[in-house]
């Protein structure tokens, strides 16, 4: 770098050349594989996209802060660029397979710059070429973080989506609804079956909700604590819950562990909580005769 070169100097040369060059740095970027994948309306879409980062790689470079993920400019470009990431992602590939295309856009900019550079000294095309650098290698990092925060976020919605599917709200009859519950009821689970709950209690004007545990493998003290908070979520609600599907040995471990369920309406199966939700309902459930019988 020549002795009357400073960085900030240098920065903002740089920040002006990616001013300059904005239109021709975003028709070579539109091509490559990071943005052709996100922006798949039409090519124009992925221009502009490319002009928006540039922009912001320009005003981050008037900044002078070219190692810095925090910088204001890239705030900007930060959803965009965790689109990008996201459909990258969402293709399968990974966050090092992903900064290797942000690496990539490197040598178009790269190219450019030593072209309008041709007059200027062997130091300060050094110093320039190190400044693009440092820029693109932190616009690098910030991709990379926001394809791994893209990742987690995916991560957690499809987390959510498998917790819904895993506990559905089942309208049995007019009035009463019920919750199959199948595996480990944890912390996270027993959020969305009680929101879900609730929120069929409202649609469906159950006056009974039913929690058939038959699929769940033990019952410990945790468990039975978000049993009751259910329950108890359910009466606020107007709603009468039953716990249905306790086994001998899940009653046994209840009893061992001194868990008092005394005020929770339980029943032995689904049928029986069915049974009685209608029978408290007025309806007169009877069974009908054995087969190969005559009706009396």
Not at 57 to 66: E, H, K, N, T
Not at 72 to 92: E, H, K, N
Not at 161 to 171: R, Y
Not at 247 to 257: K, W, Y
């Amino acid at each position: 770098m020549a002795d009357d070169d400073t960085a900030d100097e240098v920065a903002k040369e740089l920040g002006g050349f990616l001013e300059r060059r904005r239109e021709q740095i975003a028709q070579r970027w539109a091509d490559a594989p990071l943005f052709r994948t996100a922006f798949t309306v039409s090519r124009d879409e992925a221009v502009e996209a490319c002009k928006a980062v540039v922009d912001a790689l320009a005003d981050v470079a008037r900044s002078g802060r070219l190692e810095d993920v925090q910088a204001p400019g890239f705030g900007a470009v930060r959803d965009q660029l965790g689109r990008m990431a996201a459909s990258r992602t969402r293709a399968g590939f990974s966050s090092s397979h992903i900064a290797g295309e942000v690496a990539g856009l490197r040598e178009p900019a790269t190219a450019l710059l030593r072209a309008e550079l041709e007059e200027a000294s062997v130091e300060h095309t050094e110093a320039c070429l190190l400044a693009l650098t440092v820029l693109m290698g932190t616009l690098r990092l910030v991709v990379m973080e926001t394809s791994v925060s893209a990742g987690e976020e995916l991560i957690a919605r499809q987390r959510l989506q498998l917790l819904e599917v895993a506990t559905p709200v089942i309208k049995l009859w007019e009035g009463i609804v019920a919750v199959p519950l199948i595996g480990t009821l944890d912390s996270a689970r027993s959020q969305v079956v009680m929101e879900s709950l609730l929120e069929a209690i409202v649609d469906q004007r159950a006056r009974y909700a039913i929690l058939d545990i038959t699929g769940v493998p033990t019952v410990d003290s945790l468990v039975a604590q978000h049993l009751m908070k259910t329950v108890a979520a359910a009466r606020l609600m107007g709603a009468e819950c039953i716990v249905s599907g306790i086994r001998p040995a899940i009653a046994q471990t209840i009893v061992h562990l001194g868990i008092d369920l005394g005020t929770i309406i339980t029943r032995a199966g689904l049928a029986d909580a069915l049974a009685y939700a209608l029978t408290e309902q007025g309806i007169v459930v009877s069974q009908g005769p054995a087969q190969g019988g005559s009706p009396r």
